[in-house]
């Protein structure tokens, strides 16, 4: 039960105009450590502002899906793609990890299985090679 906006994001409004950036800035906040949790709600409402495209990226050259990933906000990450598509998945940061590098690095399990699935229906890949 939404009226709309999100108090957290309040300082949104005093912007006098609102760019995609911006909303990608929040966004990247909203997911990183000093959330208290993964917020979908959040999530949702600046996928809703910001879309289409997403530009923004942290002084290290991390994307929303890097961020979400490192922090295992699981929910928000898979709003995330299927908001975005798979595109972003693949995205190096300048330390040449992704989101799927940052999930196992962080021992978030389920984030890291969540991820690979993603990635191997995307990629065609089966596991059908093993010997």
């Not at 709600?41 to 879309?51: E, G, I, Q, S, V």
Request: hydrophobic share 35%.
């Amino acid at each position: 039960a939404s009226s709309g906006s999100m108090p957290h994001l309040s300082f949104l409004s005093s912007l006098s105009s609102t760019t995609k950036d911006d909303l990608t800035r929040a966004l990247l906040s909203a997911l990183g450590p000093g959330a208290r949790e993964d917020n979908l709600d959040a999530t949702r409402y600046l996928l809703k502002k910001a879309m289409p495209g997403w530009s923004q990226k942290t002084g290290d050259k991390d994307n929303v899906l890097i961020v979400a990933a490192r922090h295992n906000r699981q929910s928000s990450l898979r709003e995330l793609i299927t908001a975005c598509g798979p595109k972003l998945l693949l995205e190096r940061n300048a330390f040449g990890h992704t989101a799927l590098h940052e999930a196992v690095m962080g021992g978030h399990n389920e984030c890291a299985e969540m991820l690979l699935e993603i990635i191997k229906k995307e990629s065609g890949w089966e596991d059908t090679q093993r010997s």
